[in-house]
Structure formats: structure tokens, C-alpha cells
């Protein structure tokens, strides 16, 4: 790029003379490239990318050169922990919305049981009967009231941590979406009343 116009990005930030292969021509324009460049020469050194892009197969160049640029930027707004910052930020995120993810099936399948209490006049009787015993047992329950549904869990909901978002999605304690559309289609039959 060098020979026949203006130096690349990193040349011209270097105040050097850009050769015809440079390794940073491709990735570094002479217009928006040295103020690119200079946040990698700051955080990593020039000498040390190239040698590192000489390691990387042609193909992997441009994405190194992308993660390259992001990790410099990230080490410059934040000295300490650069990049870790951003991916421990949007790991709580992805934690926070998984937890409000299990509450919303938690209320939708309770809406769902609730609906089918105004279905099924067996269920009410049952649960009145055993609600005036002070306790509710499994054979309140109807014979067709699915069986998979299981409110109950080992952990609290409060926690946050990625195993007690793993261990409510993966079936106990709240049902999946899979399960709550089978439920679906299972509560919404037309009622029977000729039996």
C-alpha cells in the first residue's frame, strides 16, 4: 500500500515509511487508522502485534486485528480489569434475566393452575377438603392434573449464581415452555358435562 500512496494507519502513526507488505496496511487506513492504531500501540506495543499477526493464519488476521482494537480500547477506559469489566457486566445481566425469566414461568404457570381450578370443580372440592385438614397431599390432587409440575426446589429463588439459573431451567422447579404449551392445550379442552 505503501509504494504508491499514502502509508497505512500504523505507518503513519509510527512516523515510518510503509512498505509494500506491510502486515498492518490492510487493517489500518490513513485516514481513521492511526487513531486506531494508537490505542494498540499504547496497550501492546506495535512490535509485539505484528509479531503476533505473523503467528496468526491470513485468514484469522482481521478478527485478531478486531479483537486486538477492542481489548486496547477496553484496557484504556478501564486500566485494571479492560475487557473482563465488560464480560462480567454482561454475565450479571444474562443472570438477572434468567432470573426474571424463571419468575415470569413461575407466575405463568400459576395462572395456569389457577385456571384450571375454575375447570374443575374435583380440583376445588379436593383442595377445600384438604385445605380444612391443614395440609395438602398428593392425593388432593385430580387423577388427570399433570403429574410433571413440581413447585418445590432445593435453592432459593434469590440466588443469582449461574448454577441456580442452571438448575431451575433445566425442569426443576419450573416448567419448561414446552411443558407449559402442552399444559395449554391440556386445560383449554372443552369441559365435559355430560359425565
Not at 477506559?77 to 454482561?90: E, Q, R, Y
Not at 400459576?110 to 375447570?119: D, G, I, K, T
Not at 439459573?165 to 433445566?170: A, F, G, K, P, Q
Request: charged share 10%.
Amino acid at each position: 500500500m505503501a509504494s504508491t500512496g499514502s502509508p497505512c494507519g500504523a505507518c503513519k502513526f509510527l512516523r515510518r515509511k510503509c512498505a509494500v507488505d506491510c502486515i498492518f496496511a490492510p487493517y489500518f487506513n490513513s485516514e481513521e487508522g492511526p487513531s486506531k492504531f494508537a490505542a494498540i500501540h499504547k496497550v501492546f506495543g506495535a512490535s509485539n502485534v505484528s509479531k503476533l499477526l505473523h503467528n496468526v493464519p491470513i485468514d484469522d488476521h482481521c478478527d485478531a486485528v478486531v479483537t486486538i482494537s477492542y481489548e486496547a480500547q477496553a484496557r484504556i477506559k478501564d486500566p485494571v480489569f479492560g475487557c473482563v469489566a465488560n464480560i462480567f457486566a454482561l454475565q450479571q445481566q444474562v443472570a438477572y434475566l434468567q432470573s426474571q425469566l424463571m419468575q415470569v414461568k413461575g407466575q405463568l404457570a400459576q395462572s395456569l393452575m389457577n385456571s384450571n381450578n375454575c375447570y374443575n370443580p374435583q380440583w376445588i372440592n379436593n383442595n377445600n377438603m384438604a385445605s380444612s385438614s391443614g395440609q395438602m397431599t398428593s392425593s388432593s390432587f385430580p387423577a388427570n392434573y399433570p403429574n410433571y409440575i413440581n413447585l418445590k426446589s432445593n435453592s432459593s429463588p434469590q440466588s443469582s449464581s449461574m448454577e441456580s439459573v442452571d438448575h431451575y431451567s433445566d425442569g426443576h422447579g419450573i416448567m419448561n415452555m414446552q411443558d407449559i404449551q402442552s399444559l395449554d392445550q391440556f386445560l383449554y379442552q372443552p369441559y365435559n358435562t355430560s359425565s
